[in-house]
């Protein structure tokens, strides 16, 4: 990635130079990839140092976690006052926080900058969510929407925020990259396993989904993976069932959790990867437990109509969710999140980058303040006319035993976030009953009382406590 956003610096007329630990491989990047460019090297970081002209502004592509701040100190000594420093890694956003924290006791300006789009995105125009200190913006803006990709002419990056703002809205990007690979494996496993559909079928199928509303990077691929064969036929059909994961979609849980939002289609799409990475369990538990033994007897055609729909509805829960959580954070944090620019980002360039991502923004430019994004005419419209498609896939599955975890937990949000009234009144009753933790009567809001309700060692009346 470091050497595909060198390229791609070059080419946008900027004079990088190039540093690795292992010197041997800045020598060959010089005598290949970079050859015939303006690219330079250094051997060592006081040498990348030296070349560069002040404010100097060094980008770092280092692997998430310690790497970093062994970088960052070693850069610590070397750097100026006004200097620059980028982190372009998968960094956790408090870590960015506190990295900014230690820079600034030298003025050093720190940026957490989100990259997306893989190799192929860095060489030719990433999506770059940048946050931290603002100072830096002016000096890193040009080269950074210049390099970017571009949606109708305008840059996929944008200033996010303070602090740790960039990182977390890529790790929040990442969470939702978790979920519509989810939801695409679970139509997947729908087609394959439920409408017995052969690789070439559901490739096709995804193809067509992907000429409209689910126009996607992610559903482009999977079209062309669907489809892909080698020497010894489809080769998808030969790749272990096991799901890795590097942990940016298990932060985003954690964040979900931290900071008390329901984001529960990429909850369930983290857990889903750890189940399947539960390989031989699965395999014995199969030998034992058995399902329904049913065979899809409906029409097939009208329920892969369905499934498109579920997909479509689905994703709009799950980003809807995302950008829940990312009020949720900019709350806590001040940050001044732009909601619209922040769909403009991952419009292009990214991993999640998608047509719909065109309606967010929108939405969002429509309304600034816009609290939910299924509160949207566009969007509540959508759901109204999908909803139902969510529930005959979620139900074929669940009659022929398949699970789909993201997809079911899209349409149980969406039938909680549409309840006017859900059944905690009982929950706080039982809270109450074993451990008086109060509850609200309806329409005395605020006023938190307790009740014995064994009439058992003491009085049986409500006591009134103060919020
Ligand atoms: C991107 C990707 C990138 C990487 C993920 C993969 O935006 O370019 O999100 O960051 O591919 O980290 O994540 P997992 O290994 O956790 O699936």
């Known amino acids: 990635m470091g050497q595909n956003l060198i390229l791609n610096m070059n080419d946008h007329g900027f004079v990088v130079c190039a540093y690795n630990r292992t010197t041997d491989k800045v020598k060959s990047f010089l005598e290949n990839e970079a050859k015939g460019t303006k690219v330079v090297g250094a051997s060592s970081l006081e040498e990348m140092v030296g070349k560069l002209k002040k404010p100097r502004i060094v980008m770092l592509l280092v692997k998430a976690g310690r790497a970093v701040d062994g970088v960052i100190n070693s850069l610590f000594d070397l750097l100026s006052p006004g200097d620059i420093i980028v982190d372009g890694g998968n960094s956790e956003y408090r870590d960015t926080e506190r990295r900014g924290k230690y820079l600034a006791c030298k003025d050093i300006l720190f940026v957490g900058c989100g990259v997306s789009g893989g190799e192929e995105g860095a060489r030719y125009g990433p999506s770059l969510m940048p946050g931290g200190d603002q100072e830096a913006w002016p000096h890193v803006k040009t080269i950074f929407q210049a390099i970017s990709a571009k949606v109708n002419g305008e840059p996929c990056c944008n200033w996010v925020g303070a602090d740790g703002a960039g990182h977390f809205v890529k790790m929040v990007h990442n969470g939702i990259e978790y979920g519509d690979m989810q939801l695409i494996c679970e139509a997947y496993h729908l087609m394959r396993d439920g409408l017995e559909l052969n690789n070439d079928e559901m490739s096709d199928i995804v193809a067509e989904w992907n000429n409209g509303e689910l126009d996607s990077f992610l559903v482009e691929i999977t079209s062309n993976i669907l489809k892909f064969k080698d020497q010894e036929g489809y080769l998808l059909d030969r790749i272990r069932d096991t799901a890795g ?223």
């Open 245 to 467: 994961q590097k942990g940016t979609g298990k932060w985003t849980g954690i964040a979900a959790l931290d900071y008390g939002v329901p984001v529960t289609l990429i909850g369930e799409s983290v857990f889903a990867r750890y189940l399947s990475a539960l390989k031989d369990e699965r395999m014995e538990a199969g030998s034992v437990l058995h399902g329904p033994n049913t065979k899809y007897e409906g029409n097939k055609k009208e329920l892969l109509e369905h499934l498109r729909k579920a997909l479509y509805a689905s994703k709009i829960i799950s980003y809807a969710q995302g950008f829940m959580l990312l009020r949720e954070a900019a709350k806590s944090n001040n940050w001044n999140l732009n909601y619209g620019s922040i769909a403009l980002m991952w419009r292009g360039g990214c991993i999640i980058r998608s047509v719909f991502l065109g309606k967010i923004k929108l939405a969002f430019d429509e309304n600034p303040n816009l609290t939910n994004l299924l509160l949207d005419d566009f969007f509540a419209n959508v759901m109204s006319n999908c909803q139902a498609s969510v529930r005959q896939v979620v139900t074929a599955a669940v009659y022929l035993g398949l699970p789909t975890p993201a997809l079911s937990s899209a349409l149980a949000f969406y039938d909680g976030f549409r309840a006017a009234r859900l059944p905690a009144n009982l929950l706080q009753a039982q809270r109450d009953y074993f451990g008086a933790h109060t509850y609200e009567i309806l329409g005395a809001e605020g006023k938190f009382v307790h009740t014995n309700w064994t009439g058992q060692g003491g009085s049986v009346s409500a006591s009134t406590y103060d919020a």
